[in-house]
């Protein structure tokens, strides 16, 4: 039985009518959302196929899933749990005779292929790809192929949940900008290419995201019997953070809020991180016209006095106002933070680990209550921080979405041994990731010795077998660093000669019968194991892709996918990185993602808090979030101010959102050295220093 305040009880009780709940993170609107569908379910026996509950990502209904799928649940009808996209894409493929000829695609009679992020960005890869070699197109753009290709999918995506036609996006952005017309052209290149992938994906009754959304918005909702067909069965409706949802979503609640027996929209102030993915904060707070009820959640079950005086503070500073009308208690902010400078990045990285250790070994605090955040988690931070964590023995997990999958260890590491599998595929290893690969998956070995193992047993014509190695070098490398070589060579040749399995069947079998077991890399490694199932999953979703589309004729599709993630493709969003079954551990993970996790903890290590990162959003040469928005007024140029406007109320609600998702104390490491050896001057530096003069001699 969950314990409700008055507020919560409220909007979890409520008989009929839309709902609008509000108020920052924190104080009970989910754990209201989540009495809300077991009121429905239990007290008042509503059936689950009569209930929808809608969210901006997968992530952020976990707890809905957790009540769901609990052991105690009695059977019945599922709920239906969903984001726009997936209301999109079966509705899409619902009434796909019905929209595919009046949309334009080419071949109405074949079955319609949604596309994953992946498998867009490898079609948008084909695309454009031709485009850039022969007609030079985004010369004068230094970033990788791969967030080229994803921030001209982001484009489409936008256009989509914003409501605008493609074609505009050039125009849009043209016109915002004051520079010179190099970029202008970038503009017009990016527009190209935004037409020549829509007019392959209608061509080859291809559907990725943005035309799924478009079919659906333009083509099935404003149909009364799609709509029927659609929502009439559902009855009740709850919608969770909308504010992190697409003008989209928000049309599609507009749509059905008065047509369903209930509707609960919750709604979080000051968030809204999702703002670079096209959400709207402003077109979600219009909702609450929409509904009969409006409740305020203020009381927070979350921080105590301490964090709630340190964000009164920082709101201040980061505002650069008096907080003197109503001047916080200077002993509660001081209990409320921690702060650490250092004259060197690793310094400081080690100080953090060495706290760290301090809370864990010394006052007992459980790992799965401590999260180490960063603006941006880099490799090289990850790498040091997670070793030094492991060498204080000290249970760890990090957590990096949207990044590249060949950025994972664990990924790399899969590459290089399924192309050392299949020398048929002439594709050539490089001596280094070869070394790389023995690192990761023979456990026990380190850099010298992996180094010495391969100069013995790796040429250009692959792996050779454990008796190449010479007599004088084995006791260097030792005997039990042979033996699991010598079980990996025999698992990588059995497969290399006998007949080729699909590339997901091929992964699964390494990963179980190999590198998860005793003494191989994998074994005890939940980050490694993420990885490699997320790895899997991509490889059979291109697999079923393929074969209803076909690749080139001189190339498997293994070989294919193998190539285009070593390319860089940005990681498709993959349900289990999020779910915390290890629980148990400290979480290092970027500050944006724990913030969408949605989970409070106890102790907060902020890293880097003299960087530009904590403001600054990254550099997207081909695109612009704010300047793509449905608020954005047309004609209007983008300056300075905007981006720095812009960029502290970026800042005001990630502190915010950090410190209300805190229940004890925020440890700020500061080192006067960056990662890249320059001095740092962040925007939440200077904050932090007018908080810290505030104070008058904090530690």
Known sequence: ??????????????????????????????????????????????????????????????????????????????????????????????????????????????????????AAQYYMARVVGPLIEREGYFETVTIDRSRLYSQLVDNLNKAAVIGFPHTEIGERLKEAWIGDDVQRRMYDDAQACADAFRAYCLQNNLLDFSL?????????????????????????????????D??????????????????????????????FLGADPETAEALAKRCDQHTECAYSFVTTPPLRALAQVMSAALHQT????????????????????????PEMVGGVAERVADLYHHQGVPPGEIVVLAPYLSDA???????????????????RPSRALREEPAVRCLLTLTRLAHPGWRSPVAQADVIYALMQSLA????????????????????????AIKESVQPRITFEISERYRRLYNWLHNAATGDETPLDVFLSRLFGELLSQPGFGFHDDFDAATAAANLIDSARKFRRIVEETGVSADISPAQEY??????????????????LDQADAVLVAPAYTYLMSNRPVDYQFWLNVGGAGWSERLYQPLTN????????????????????????????????????????????????LGEQGTEQRGDLLLALQRVLVGLQGVD
């Open 444 to 467: 026990g070995i380190d850099l010298v010795r992996a180094q010495l193992l391969a100069q013995q047993v790796y040429t250009a014509d692959g792996l050779r077998p454990p008796d």
């Open 625 to 672: 979030p704010y300047v793509l928005r449905r608020s954005w007024p047309r004609g209007r140029q983008w300056t300075d101010a905007d981006e720095q406007i812009v960029n502290r109320e970026s800042l005001h609600r990630l502190v915010l959102g950090l410190l209300r998702r805190c229940r004890h104390q925020v440890y700020l490491g500061y080192s006067q």
């Open 322 to 345: 008096d907080a003197s009308a109503q001047p916080p208690d200077i002993d509660l902010v001081k209990q409320a933070m921690r702060y650490d400078a250092y004259r060197y990045h």
């Open 1 to 118: 039985m969950i314990s409700l305040s008055d507020e919560q009880h409220a909007a979890a009780h409520f008989a009929t009518g839309a709902h609008f709940l509000y108020g920052p993170a924190g104080t009970g609107k989910t754990t209201a959302a989540v009495a809300r569908l077991l009121h429905l379910l239990d007290a008042e026996n509503v059936p689950g196929s009569e209930i929808l509950v809608l969210v901006p990502q997968r992530t952020l209904a976990l707890p809905f899933y957790d009540v769901l799928n609990a052991p105690d649940r009695p059977p019945g009808a599922p709920v239906m749990v969903s984001t726009l996209g997936g209301l999109a894409q079966r509705a899409v493929e619902l009434f796909w005779p019905l929209v595919a000829e009046a949309h334009g695609f080419a071949d109405p009679a074949l079955r319609p292929v949604f596309l994953s992020l992946e």
């Open 381 to 399: 931070l990850r790498f040091s921080l997670m070793n030094r964590l492991a060498a204080l023995d000290i249970p760890a997990r990090s957590h």
């Open 246 to 275: 697409t003008p989209a979503a928000h049309a599609v609640l507009t749509s059905r809020l008065h047509r369903v027996d209930s509707a609960l929209v919750i709604y979080d102030t000051e968030a809204g991180y999702r703002r």
């Open 212 to 244: 799924q959304i478009e079919v659906f918005m333009q083509r099935l909702l404003p149909l009364e019997h799609a709509q029927q067909t659609l929502f009439g069965a559902y009855r009740h409706i709850i919608a969770d953070n909308v504010e992190e």
């Open 562 to 579: 193998v190539e285009m993630v070593a390319q860089g493709v940005i990681a498709d969003q993959y349900l289990r990185g999020w779910q």
